[in-house]
């Protein structure tokens, strides 16, 4: 259980009860979609059996399950073409826009029931110890995704964004232009800058040394950081963005090594990935916040 890419935000009460959220989240378990359903939320085993939540040292692991009927508008298209066809030529005239949306509408109505669903599970992780929920998402319409079903269960959901002090796009920026990374983080080879004028010219780095005359000239034109590549204690790789999101979330090989020689069965290995995956990233997390002047 590695994140891959992560949502900060800031719990707004000082804690959320295990058992009180479990309670919550099983009155909201996923359905399967039924008829004419297209989609279905709710809450699914985080660890492949039937637990809703795993705890460890103040840390709650849980995860949002979504089925998904797929029913592209391809196949609603051509099943539409053949009936307009059929009408054209039985009953002599031709269809109109309001007549086919109609035909689209009851087309799907029908081929919904016979539809094949789609499931995919978006994890969530609330670190109780520092007050925060982070989502493993890739897009904000996922993390979004989560939120609202969370609000839901919740009744309330008294969270919000994780801000700093210092803004990631500023900092970012200073720390290309002075070469300098703060304390216990390395720059890495991946940048994006950006421009903030009209035209937003934006130039991308991947696997580049990022340093030289080359990038600060950019930084002197007016482009500012967007995305930094970096390393942080030599355990954890990322891609900070100008939004403090986390992408390409890595764990490298020296953690995931101590979890597979403690380790000696399925349960073990996952009680100790998250283990250590919820350590290593409060402590990173929280000296990156740290190097971005605190919480606003």
């Known amino acids: 259980m590695w994140f ?5 935000y800031r719990l707004a009460v000082d804690s959320i009860a295990p058992d009180t959220l479990l309670e919550k989240l099983s009155l909201k378990p996923l359905l399967t979609c039924s008829g004419l359903d297209k989609q279905s939320r709710g ?3 985080c660890r492949g059996d039937e637990r809703l939540i795993h705890v460890a040292n103040q840390q709650i692991l849980f995860a949002l399950g979504v089925e998904q009927k797929l029913l592209p508008a391809t196949i609603i298209n051509r099943f539409a073409k053949e009936r307009v066809a059929d009408i054209e030529v039985q009953q002599g005239y031709k269809v109109g826009r309001k007549e086919l949306k109609e035909l689209k509408e009851a087309i799907t109505e029908e081929l919904l029931p016979r539809a094949f669903a789609l499931q995919r599970t978006t994890y969530a992780w609330l670190d109780l110890a520092n007050g925060r929920l982070l ?3 890739a897009s904000q319409a996922k993390a979004d995704e989560l939120l609202e079903q969370l609000r839901k269960t919740l009744d309330e959901l008294p969270l919000k964004p994780l801000h700093t002090q210092i803004a990631p796009v500023a900092a970012m920026t200073d720390w290309l232009a002075g070469k300098n990374a703060p304390t216990g983080f390395s720059i890495d080879r991946e940048l ?14 991947a696997n580049h040394e990022l340093e030289g005359e080359e990038i600060l000239a950019h930084i002197t034109s ?3 950081a967007t995305r930094l590549g970096m390393t942080w204690n030599d355990r ?3 891609v900070l963005t100008e939004q403090l999101q986390i992408k390409k979330l890595e764990f490298l090989d020296i953690i995931k090594e101590e979890s597979t020689a403690l380790a000696e069965n399925a349960d073990e290995i996952f009680e100790l990935d998250f283990t250590l995956m919820t350590s290593e990233l409060a402590r990173m997390l929280t000296n990156l916040t740290e190097a971005l002047g605190g919480e606003v």
Do not use: C, H, M, P
């Open 4 to 8: 891959k890419n992560i949502f900060i």
């Open 43 to 45: 809450w699914v085993s």
């Open 135 to 137: 989502i493993d998402a």
């Open 192 to 205: 994006e800058l950006r421009a903030s004028g009209e035209g937003r010219a934006t130039v991308r780095y």
């Open 222 to 224: 007016g482009k500012r």
């Open 236 to 238: 954890i790789s990322f």
